[in-house]
Structures are given as structure tokens and as C-alpha cells.
């Protein structure tokens, strides 16, 4: 495919893309690779900054989606910063605009009272988004208070990894077990499609997460207009202001997740002011137009030795969640560039020519 479509540059996704990409771009000569790297990973890992270090003459770019994940991974690689480039995850503001009607809808259809709380968690079911402190801090409020309900949204991904095996062993058994415990008080979605609906129908998002890269699903609920607490790792103290656009908690403390959720859930003023400061973070900061447009300078800035007269295709974006974001061949980057060019971006389970 990469000699078939004349690929000027590839740009690789999460670890196993790059794996195949560095090596399929140097058997089709293909001149420019770009790779993006998500998340500052707390696992064991070490294969995946080797290879990044000694193949590092086929990347001209190592893209990280905030400040935290390139510090991350360079002081694994000991490449050099130059080397780096952060480029912020970017959110579809209109796609996550309050919806009153869905809201309406869902909270009837779920059995929601006007006059009661809804949290929601909008993550897969794994041993870094840490649902289990949640539903530790769920189960000490439902003790107090009659008036908390609890949504969750996201399936189960793999197994666990390696060192974690046994913790995500635990963290599914607790699980499991908080949700025949709760299921009363809580809705288990599994996974779904309309994750913009979901928060419109809440009235707080947790993400409680052990490492992050960037937070997206927090991004997400700041766009829809909702609080979010979050916790102070890597990614989202980049992404949430403590006390002005979001309330951060110290990692695994799940007593300050039950006070500050108690606090929040008697405090409508400040759930507004929180979810008005939110989404004005991230049109301001974390928009998707940011995001393509400092993607179009990158590849402007990678190729700009490509050799002229190829066809304009449509560029491509990933987001960590594998949606895909398709920009024009009319937007910006064609009025712009002299030189047209083939760009392929291969990430997750697909790839495809843009």
C-alpha cells in the first residue's frame, strides 16, 4: 500500500502501528514518519522506548498529546526535545453540546428524578481508570444520602497487563462485586455509542484514573459543560485548572473523592460556574480545529522537501479512542501548501490512506 499509494509520510499511532510502520516505511522508502505517542505509561515497558531510541533515524517527529507524556517519554528514550512535539488532543465542541432534551429522555428512561445527582464515568473498565475508588467513594455516599445516582459507561479491554495482571484481577472482582451491590442506585451502560447523551444527562463526571496522557473522556465532559473531578496525574493537571475550570483529588484517596463529590452535589452554583469555566477551557485550549491545524504545521514542517506534483488527499487525525476526524482537501492546509502530497496515518486496528 505504501508504494502503491506513493505515501510521502506515515504517521503511526500507539506502540504496535509504530512497530509495523518504521519497518514497512523503510522497506517502501517512504521518506517521513511521524509517530504520536498518548499516554505517559505507568507500566512495565521497556521494549517500547528501545525501539523508539534505536530506529529513531526512521521518525522525524515524536508528537505528544501534552507536556507530561513528552517528558515522560523522552526520559525514557534520552532522545533529545528537539526531537519532541506536543500536540494537545482535540475536542468537537459542538458534538458534545448539552443536549435538555436527551437529557430528559435518558434520565426518564433510567429512572432519574429531577431532584437527584447523576455521576457519570465514561472510560473502558481497566486498572488505570481506577472505577474501583469510585465505587468505593459511591457505596459511603449512598450511606449518607438517598439522592446520589451513579452512571457508567464502558466495557471491559483485554485482560490486564503483565505486572498488573494480579491488580486487574482485583479491580475486576471488585467490580463485579460493587455492581451487584449497587446496581440498585447505579446504570451500567457497557459500551455505547451516544457518550455525548450520557453527559448530558449528568450532573458530575469522575474520572478517577491511576496515569493518564492527555484525559480525553474528561476533555469530553468539560466540553459538554459538566464539573469534572479529576485526579492529580500526569495529563490531567495539564487539562484542568484546580478550582477554576475542575477539582483535582490526590490519586487513589478515595475519602477526598467522597467529600469533594458530597461538596459538589450540594453546591448547584458551583457545578455551573465549574461546568461553564470547563467548556470555555477547552474551546479556548483542546478544540479540534487547534488540533488539525497544528497538525497541517507539522506535516508542512516534515515534508517540505517532498518532491512536488503529487495529489492532494484528505489528511487524517486519530484520537486515542481510534474515532476517526477527517479534514477537507479545501480546508487551510490545501490553500496553503504549494506541494501536494499522500499522507498515511496507521493507528490501532486500522489503516488507512488519506
Known amino acids: 500500500m505504501l508504494r502503491r499509494e506513493r505515501i510521502d509520510l506515515l504517521h503511526t499511532h500507539l506502540f504496535h502501528a509504530d512497530l509495523v ?6 522497506l517502501a522508502g517512504v521518506r517521513n514518519l511521524v509517530h504520536t505517542v498518548h499516554v505517559a505509561e505507568a507500566r512495565f515497558r521497556p521494549w517500547q522506548y528501545a525501539w523508539s531510541r534505536i530506529t529513531a533515524n526512521r521518525c522525524n517527529r515524536i508528537v505528544c498529546v501534552s507536556q507530561a507524556v513528552r517528558d515522560h517519554h523522552a526520559s525514557k528514550t534520552h532522545l533529545p526535545m528537539q526531537r519532541y512535539e506536543v500536540i494537545y488532543n482535540g475536542i468537537d465542541i459542538d458534538a458534545y453540546a448539552p443536549n435538555p432534551q436527551r437529557r430528559e429522555e435518558l434520565r426518564r428512561q433510567w429512572g432519574v428524578g429531577d431532584d437527584e445527582i447523576l455521576i457519570a464515568f465514561a472510560s473502558r473498565l ?18 449518607s444520602r438517598s439522592d446520589i445516582r451513579l452512571v457508567i459507561a464502558g466495557e471491559k479491554k483485554g485482560s490486564g497487563a503483565f505486572l498488573h495482571k494480579g491488580a486487574q484481577h482485583s479491580c475486576n472482582t471488585g467490580v463485579a462485586d460493587a455492581k451487584r451491590l449497587l446496581t440498585p442506585f447505579s446504570i451500567w451502560l457497557g459500551r455505547t455509542d451516544d457518550v455525548p447523551g450520557v453527559l448530558s444527562a449528568a450532573d458530575i463526571f469522575v474520572q478517577p484514573s491511576r496515569w493518564e496522557g492527555f484525559g480525553l473522556a474528561a476533555a469530553e465532559a468539560m466540553s459538554a459543560s ?6 492529580k496525574v500526569p495529563g490531567l493537571t495539564e487539562l484542568i485548572e484546580e478550582g477554576e475550570s475542575g477539582l483535582l483529588i490526590d490519586s487513589e484517596d ?10 459538589l452535589a450540594d453546591n ?13 477551557r477547552i474551546t479556548e485550549r483542546f478544540s479540534i480545529e487547534a488540533n488539525i491545524t497544528a497538525h497541517e504545521r507539522l506535516y508542512e514542517n516534515v515534508y517540505s522537501d517532498v518532491p512536488k506534483g503529487r495529489r492532494l488527499c484528505q489528511t487524517m487525525l486519530f484520537s ?3 474515532v476517526l476526524r477527517l479534514t477537507s482537501p479545501k480546508r487551510k492546509f490545501a490553500k496553503t501548501k504549494k ?16
Do not use: W
Request: some cysteine.
Open 339 to 354: 506541494n501536494r502530497h499522500n499522507i498515511l496515518c496507521a493507528g490501532f486496528s486500522e489503516t488507512i490512506t488519506c
Open 254 to 263: 478515595s475519602d477526598a473523592l467522597t467529600e469533594t463529590i458530597n461538596q
Open 320 to 322: 486515542p479512542r481510534g
Open 226 to 231: 459538566l464539573p469534572v473531578i479529576g485526579t
Open 21 to 26: 510502520g518504521r519497518i514497512a516505511a523503510g
Open 126 to 143: 481497566d486498572y488505570q481508570k481506577n472505577l474501583p475508588m469510585l465505587l468505593e467513594a459511591f457505596r459511603r455516599l449512598r450511606q
Open 268 to 280: 448547584r452554583d458551583e457545578r455551573v460556574r465549574l461546568g461553564a469555566a470547563g467548556q470555555k
